[in-house]
């Protein structure tokens, strides 16, 4: 018979209770284990891609420029003596006709669009305001430069629109030829990645803190501003990596993962 009294038995319950308590101990262990393994595994897939849509992008851009670079050399040899008809037809020569390039658009050095590579655009108006030509009128060494996102002035489509300085032969200043880049194919691609149900991936233009593409919900976000400042706090230290945060409005952790576009 035992007794509360009893040493033995005061022996036993100690022993009882302290394994216990490395049992509870173990099992939080185990199960704090699992709960790393699934964050580091869900780092790995997030950076994982992050890289493709970088390379997806990377991609898209640099057929772009060299359609641009092409373009620059035509149109430098024929300027000023082709007349609107020659520039359309050097454009539409450069034309891959592929669905993320909208249109190759051609604008003189008073910012007037002189012709495009797409029928259906218009090139008839004014960019002397728009940053893509105003950011070659007086620098001849910005090389290719990216616009932020915006509705095409001639398509009314989403772009962002990647474009060069075009010379004459003397050096002057002759215009700038533009590609524009359809952000609605690209939003496509980014809606065939399996992100999950609580997940995002998004295309930032950074100069302006800009949304290019972001999915899910992308036609609301298009070139509106980025609310993530810890993400560009990042990028200041480093152009790829991932770091947890949490949501302001349900307090739930987010696993971000990011890369600068070269």
């Known amino acids: 018979k035992l007794h509360g009294h009893d040493p033995f038995t005061k022996r036993l319950l100690f022993t009882a209770a302290v394994l216990v308590l490395l049992v509870w101990g173990l099992l939080v262990l185990d199960l704090w284990r699992v709960h790393q393994h699934r964050l580091d595994k869900a780092r790995v897939q997030a950076a994982n891609l ?8 990377f991609r898209t851009v640099k057929i772009a420029d060299i359609l641009l670079q092409q373009a620059q050399g035509e149109l430098q040899m024929a300027l000023p003596r082709a007349d609107a008809a020659e520039v359309a037809r050097i454009l539409r020569r450069e034309d891959p006709h592929l669905s993320e390039i909208l249109s190759l658009l051609f604008i003189d050095a008073k910012g007037q669009g002189v012709a495009t590579s797409n029928a259906s655009v218009s090139p008839r108006r004014s960019f002397a305001d728009r940053e893509v030509f105003k950011a070659h009128t007086g620098n001849s060494d910005v090389g290719l430069f990216v616009a932020p996102p915006a509705i095409g002035r001639s398509s009314g489509q989403r772009v962002f629109v990647v474009s060069r300085r075009v010379g004459h032969h003397d050096g002057s200043f002759a215009g700038v030829v533009t590609a524009a880049i359809r952000a609605d194919d690209l939003a496509d691609s980014l809606e065939a990645l399996r992100i999950g149900p609580h997940g995002s991936v ?8 800009s949304v290019i593409v972001r999915q899910p919900d992308y036609q609301q ?4 501003p980025l609310p993530n400042t810890r993400l560009l706090e990042r990028l200041e230290h480093a152009p790829a990596g991932t770091f947890d ?10 696993i971000i993962a990011y890369r600068q576009i070269a």
């Open 50 to 57: 992050a890289q493709a849509v970088d390379e997806r992008i």
């Open 202 to 209: 998004a295309i930032i233009y950074i100069p302006t803190n």
């Open 245 to 254: 945060q949490e949501t302001s409005l349900s307090g739930d952790a987010r």
């Open 221 to 224: 976000h298009f070139a509106q």
